[in-house]
Structures are given as structure tokens and as C-alpha cells.
């Protein structure tokens, strides 16, 4: 009866769980920049991770920032260009503390 009235009312068992876009990656100085956009409600939260490979480890640089978007796209572009913008400012410093993954 509930998964008649859930799916009648729109919502599904998996509440808060929207299918996987693509992720789109950027190489840009050697490093991958891959854009992930955040849904929240009908927009999207600018997102991404810059990645390095070190030998046989991945090196991750994760950020997040408070600008909305309401088409996805426009969310991708400026993910890509914040990325961008955090490699040029950090340089090689970005990575040098050997961390695996951490915020920026």
C-alpha cells in the first residue's frame, strides 16, 4: 500500500537519490579536473575534484562552493574554470603535503 501511495504521490523507496549524471573530466596541466555538479532541488551547487596521478595512487583535491546554477551546464563550465583557477593559485603546493584526498 505505501509503495502504491509513494509512487502516486511521486516519491520512490529510495527518497533523496537521483540517478548518476556523467561525470565530465578536463585535463588542464597535467592534472584531471572533474566537474560534479551537486543537485539541490531544481538547481545545481558548483562541485568538482582536481586529480593527480602519483605512481600507482590517485591524488584528490575535492571542492565545493556556495554558487547555484539552475541549467547543469552552466554548473559544469564554471566547475571547470574554478578548477582552473585553484591549480594557477595553489601551483605545485597543491599536492605537496602527499595527502590522498582532502578538501581545498
Given at each position: ?38 543537485a539541490e532541488g531544481s538547481q ?61
Open positions: 500500500m505505501a509503495s502504491f501511495l509513494s509512487r502516486l504521490f511521486g516519491r520512490s523507496d529510495k527518497a533523496g537519490t537521483a540517478p548518476a549524471a556523467p561525470e565530465e573530466k578536463e585535463v588542464y596541466n597535467d592534472l584531471v579536473l572533474i566537474a560534479t555538479p551537486m545545481f551547487r558548483l562541485a568538482g575534484r582536481i586529480e593527480r596521478q602519483d605512481g600507482e595512487v590517485v591524488l584528490v583535491r575535492t571542492f565545493i562552493r556556495a554558487d547555484m546554477f539552475s541549467v547543469r551546464d552552466d554548473a559544469v563550465s564554471a566547475a571547470f574554470r574554478k578548477g582552473r583557477q585553484i591549480v594557477d593559485q595553489h601551483g605545485a603546493s597543491l599536492f605537496s603535503d602527499g595527502e590522498p584526498s582532502r578538501p581545498v
